[in-house]
């Protein structure tokens, strides 16, 4: 039979493992969506550089249909087809030639495809440690029903 000591302090270890497999599973579903964030913005960057590669054999007036929001479209005339506005982050939008835009989507790409890289390591070694604690734990119930 086992002491009152050693089964407080397997109780005590039982309550540690699910407080970490309870933040292991917080940290989890938060990696999981930066990497579904990532890989939505890396398609958009991705059409986007098809779009202006098809954009940038143009010329004269193009028309096109503009996105207002909210299923809003108007139809419109693009009067330069050889720059482009590109928000680089924090608000700031600058003008550049098509050519410069493409490659900056394709450098975003990359960083991209660098970030989700990481995060889809990160949440593999947090699905070891997940699986390393529900080990632990069924060693403990299985050390429990065998007393």
């Known amino acids: 039979m086992a002491s009152n000591t050693d089964q407080a302090s397997l109780e005590q270890e039982v309550r540690s493992l699910q407080a970490y497999a309870n933040e292991y599973s917080q940290q989890f579903e938060l990696l999981t969506q930066q990497l ?46 050889k720059k482009i506005l590109v928000g680089i982050g924090a ?8 050519e410069e835009a493409i490659t900056f989507l394709h450098d975003r790409v990359t960083e991209m495809d660098a970030s989700a890289k990481r995060l889809s390591e990160s949440l593999g070694k947090l699905q070891e440690q997940m699986r390393a604690v529900e080990q632990r734990m069924q060693e403990i119930y299985s050390q429990t029903q065998h007393r």
């Open 36 to 81: 579904r964030f990532i890989e939505s913005a890396r398609g958009e960057a991705l059409a986007s550089t098809e779009s202006l590669e098809a954009f940038s054999g143009l010329e004269g007036d193009v028309p096109t249909l503009l996105n207002l929001g909210g299923g809003i479209s108007v139809h419109a005339i693009v009067t330069d087809t």
């Open 91 to 98: 608000g700031i939008t600058v003008e550049k030639p098509v």
